[in-house]
């Protein structure tokens, strides 16, 4: 078992290649569901930003949704009043994210535990307060209608169904998990690292802790805006809910789920919620939370690593029966 566990972790990009095999089995499993499908890799994407700031980084936050909703409104402002190419809006929305981060990331990163959480909290307030008194841009509580998108590349127009936004989601997804894959075995990936683990030795030693929390900081915004502008485009819609308190909480919830600091655990923990969700959500339209609750509470006592850590912790629980028989 070992060696077979061992030629396993040997195969390159093993997990990732799975996991894009199973998002084009479920393309044709589930044809009526893309836009489900479609919403569920948005989400991933939005949680990836946030293991990279969070899981790999360690900087707390429950204010990610502002670098997602500034995204997605960036990216609707810019498709009504300058160009519908979806590909130019996605840079759109990635500028922004990673502006509001730059912005916001010089005043955070100087604050560490609740005062960081709190302020995080702040700069959605504020980003959301903004947008809802500037209604004759964004619309206000009514929120940014009339965003209209041109075929991807000139080619593939966006249709009812959902075949285009679930292939264009997909490529982005891919992409961005990508440029996150280089970004965490570069060299700030691993100091970031270091800073979680112990950010006095790493200043010991010289490193700019400061700037680099706000450089991932910036990073992370980036991905999390081009996650709202690829929601933007998508639906062809945005509210003010892009800057609602329940989707940092949720994307936090989904990191738990799978595990951080991995960037496969943010995957199938956002799968995860997303179809315990929609199923519980179907079944019982207002007690589908206990469900949530309840996964939860049993993730971070028994697997505090997440989904990723079920196949250790069952190893050890093995090994120690087997150590404990006569």
Not at 226 to 232: E, F, I, K, S
Request: proline content about 3%; aromatic content about 8%.
């Amino acid at each position: 078992m070992t060696t077979i566990r061992t030629r396993i972790r040997g195969v390159p990009l093993l997990p990732e290649a799975v996991m894009l095999a199973l998002a084009v089995i479920a393309y044709f499993l589930f044809p009526y569901d893309l836009a489900l499908l479609t919403r569920i890799m948005v989400m991933m994407l939005f949680v990836l930003s946030l293991d990279l700031v969070l899981g790999y980084a360690g900087i707390a936050t429950l204010g990610h949704a502002a670098l997602y909703g500034t995204g997605a409104y960036a990216a609707g402002l810019f498709a009504v009043h300058v160009s519908a190419d979806p590909v130019t809006g996605l840079v759109v929305g990635a500028a922004a994210g990673a502006a509001l981060a730059l912005v916001s990331g010089l005043l955070l990163m100087r604050a560490h535990g609740l005062t960081l959480l709190m302020l995080s909290i702040a700069v959605t307030l504020i980003c959301q307060e903004i947008a809802n008194k500037a209604r004759d841009l964004t619309g206000g509580a009514d929120g940014l209608r009339g965003i209209r998108m041109e075929p991807v590349l000139g080619l593939f127009k966006f249709d009812f169904v959902g075949r285009t936004g679930f292939w264009y989601a997909l490529a982005v997804l891919c992409v961005c998990y990508a440029v996150l894959k280089i970004v965490t075995l570069s060299p700030i990936g691993l100091s970031v690292r270091g800073i979680k683990d112990s950010a006095a030795r790493m200043v010991a030693i010289g490193s700019p802790v400061y700037r680099r929390l706000v450089t991932i900081y910036t990073i992370g915004g980036a991905i999390a805006g081009v996650a709202g502008a690829l929601a933007a485009q998508v639906t062809q819609l945005v509210s003010l809910e892009v800057y609602a308190f329940n989707l940092s909480a949720e994307a936090l919830i989904m990191l738990i789920l799978g595990g951080a600091g991995r960037l496969h655990g943010a995957i199938i923990g956002t799968l995860i919620f997303m179809v315990v969700h929609h199923v519980a959500a179907s079944v019982d339209p207002f007690n589908w939370l206990f469900i949530i609750g309840a996964l939860v509470l049993g993730i971070v006592f028994f697997v505090p690593a997440g989904m990723l850590g079920i196949p250790a912790a069952l190893r050890n629980l093995i090994g120690r029966n087997g150590d404990a028989r006569p």
